[in-house]
T-cell receptor
Framework: GAVVSQHPSWVICKSGTSVKIECRSL??????MFWYRQFPKQSLMLMAT?????????EQGVEKDKFLINHASLTLSTLTVTSAHPEDSSFYIC???????????FGQGTRLTVV | QKEVEQNSGPLSVPEGAIASLNCTYS??????FFWYRQYSGKSPELIMS????GDKEDGRFTAQLNKASQYVSLLIRDSQPSDSATYLC?????????FGAGTRLTVKP
């Protein structure tokens, strides 16, 4: 199947700093990438949908100025958590859809801990 | 609001039994349906996709879709302890992928 690489797999940062998470589709072009957040023992919550070359569409309740999403190419999307706080600590997962397809393939996830 | 509903479980079955996982969705125009398996602390992995009404079999897994009832299910035959995980139902329509809360399955040896 298609491979999606997410980096870093885990990160610890100080409160008030920013963290960037990368999501790459390694062997296919992804027109659409999804960013999810998952708290312990809860389901994936969609944060935003990003389409290459256009602004991301954020879900209700997700602050677009805090969670900056860039999808500059068909193989790379980034999520930047700005001014991180301990309540932002979570498992962040990206997924990417094939061009013209409907299946989404997940990255390995990034466990963010803000101290 | 688009919703995907799953019984959170936990669902416990003995080894070798059939595990049945159910999912309903609210968006009638949904196009594609997926089952993902997620082990604790790991990212979800795709195990089945289904696009048209009826059954789709892949090894020990069978997905069933009934669009009229807005219902999709996953059957796992000959369940193994390694199948113990959380199973997520996902519904896709027009660049929008929504997940259910997941059903936690435990297969007891």
């Amino acid at each position: 199947g298609a491979v999606v690489s997410q980096h870093p797999s885990w990160v610890i940062c100080k409160s008030g700093t920013s963290v960037k998470i990368e999501c790459r589709s390694l062997d296919f072009q992804a027109t659409t990438m999804f960013w999810y957040r998952q708290f312990p023992k809860q389901s994936l919550m969609l944060m935003a949908t990003s389409n290459e070359g256009s602004k991301a569409t954020y879900e209700q309740g997700v602050e677009k100025d805090k969670f900056l999403i860039n999808h500059a190419s068909l193989t790379l999307s980034t999520l930047t958590v700005t001014s991180a706080h301990p309540e932002d600590s979570s498992f962040y997962i990206c997924s990417a859809s094939l061009v013209g397809g409907t299946e989404a393939f997940f990255g390995q996830g990034t466990r963010l801990t803000v101290v | 609001q688009k919703e995907v509903e799953q019984n959170s479980g936990p669902l416990s079955v003995p080894e070798g039994a059939i595990a049945s996982l159910n999912c309903t969705y609210s968006d009638r125009v949904s196009q594609s349906f997926f089952w993902y398996r997620q082990y604790s602390g790991k990212s979800p992995e795709l195990i089945m996709s289904i696009y048209s009404n009826g059954d789709k079999e892949d090894g020990r897994f069978t997905a069933q879709l009934n669009k009229a009832s807005q219902y999709v299910s996953l059957l796992i035959r000959d369940s193994q302890p390694s199948d113990s995980a959380t199973y997520l139902c996902a519904v896709y329509n027009n660049n929008d992928m929504r997940f259910g809360a997941g059903t936690r399955l435990t297969v007891k040896p």
